[in-house]
């Protein structure tokens, strides 16, 4: 059988480790021959996986609407394709071949919706795009999520039926050298790794922090993977933590060896309040990691029956000060 797979959004950070899953995962399949379709990544070619790269795509949204209604439909007729892969959370128009779709984004789920004049992007993503993921997921012959909180939203929002929908958790291919020891320093310093983007909520952390400050409690370090100029968004809550002092280090992107690392001599805080996965809450969880999380479904999925988690409202900074407090405080 011949599969196309598509995934030209992907180039960096959690869509690249989808990508690189699933061709380390075909490479192994000699039965099957494969096409990647993609914009910037490199990948080499097999014996069975053969690669079509479109840098162009990723020049403007016009360039990657045209690939995708024009350009990536003739690549299947081409190319004489029995399946598709879509890695991109949307089918692929005009084509009659059977579509399977990985569905990784979490945004048009999501409770919390944003406004246009909060955040003009991400209000796209959940009302324009969001509505073409839905009616993907409804046409798609086969769907693919990676959590069971999302199958069953896909269930019931949408009336697709379960059986048309296939979880498969992120497989996670780490070894762990350290695990975690609780002591003075590690409950009382805060790893979050994470990026800039906004539901990322490390404005909870900082004004947490703050009230920290009030009550005179400053014995404690909190470190975010940022450098402090991602975005409007991250200078603001940079500059208030160089103005009010508070013991927050934006110590910038790490390897993943150095992220292992922090789980083992830290507390892992997880304030993210939008996630399909949330895979750090997973990475903490292999290193017996202590780990403070939004109390949101994808977090208690991951951390189901996890006896080191404790949780807080993402949107209650009060509460996870109390929450930091007690820790911060445990050993002293």
């Known amino acids: 059988m011949r599969i196309m797979v598509f995934d030209v959004p992907a180039e960096s950070g959690e869509a690249l480790s989808v990508l690189h899953e699933f061709y380390n995962g075909f490479k192994l399949d000699q039965e099957n021959e494969y096409i990647f379709v993609l914009s910037l990544p490199e990948l080499k070619e097999t014996s069975n996986i053969k690669v079509l790269r479109f840098p162009w795509i990723k020049k403007s949204w016009g360039h990657r609407i045209y690939f995708d209604r024009i350009i990536a439909p003739k690549l299947i007729k081409k190319h004489k ?25 979490a945004l048009p789920f999501s409770e919390y919706r ?8 991400l209000w796209v993503y959940q009302n324009i795009i969001g ?17 069971n909180w999302m199958k069953k939203k896909c269930v019931k929002q949408l009336g697709v039926k379960p059986e048309k929908i296939e979880v498969q958790p ?3 291919d780490i070894e762990v050298k350290k695990i975690f020891k609780q002591t003075k320093e590690s409950t009382s310093t805060f790893f979050y790794p994470a990026s800039g983007v906004v539901f990322k909520n490390h404005k909870v952390v900082v004004d947490a922090c703050l009230m920290l ?4 409690i400053t014995d404690y370090k909190v470190i975010f993977t940022l450098k402090g100029n991602e975005n409007e968004h ?11 002092e508070l013991p927050i280090e934006f110590i910038g992107s790490l390897t993943r060896e150095e992220v292992f690392d922090f ?22 969880k292999m290193h017996d990691s202590l780990v403070i999380a939004s109390d949101c479904e994808f977090a208690f999925e991951i951390l189901r029956d996890y006896e080191k988690s404790h949780y807080f409202n ?18 002293n």
């Not at 944003?114 to 992007?121: A, D, L, T």
């Not at 991250?234 to 009010?244: D, G, M, P, Q, R």
């Open 263 to 284: 789980y083992a001599k830290s507390t892992l805080i997880f304030p993210s309040y939008i996630e399909t996965v949330g895979l750090p809450l997973l990475e903490a």
């Open 114 to 121: 944003f406004s246009f004049i909060e955040n003009r992007m």
């Open 314 to 331: 993402p949107f209650d900074s009060k509460e996870l000060a109390l929450l930091m407090k007690a820790f911060i405080t445990k050993l």
């Open 213 to 216: 400050k009030k009550e005179g």
């Open 131 to 147: 509505k073409n993921i839905m009616k993907s997921i409804k046409r798609a012959d086969h769907v693919i999520v990676q959590t």
């Open 81 to 105: 394709v029995d399946k598709v892969l879509s890695l991109q959370n949307i089918i692929i128009p005009h084509t009659k071949v059977y579509q399977s779709i990985f569905v990784h984004n």
């Open 170 to 172: 992120p497989k996670i």
């Open 234 to 244: 991250i200078i603001n809550l940079y500059n208030i933590s160089k103005e009010n």
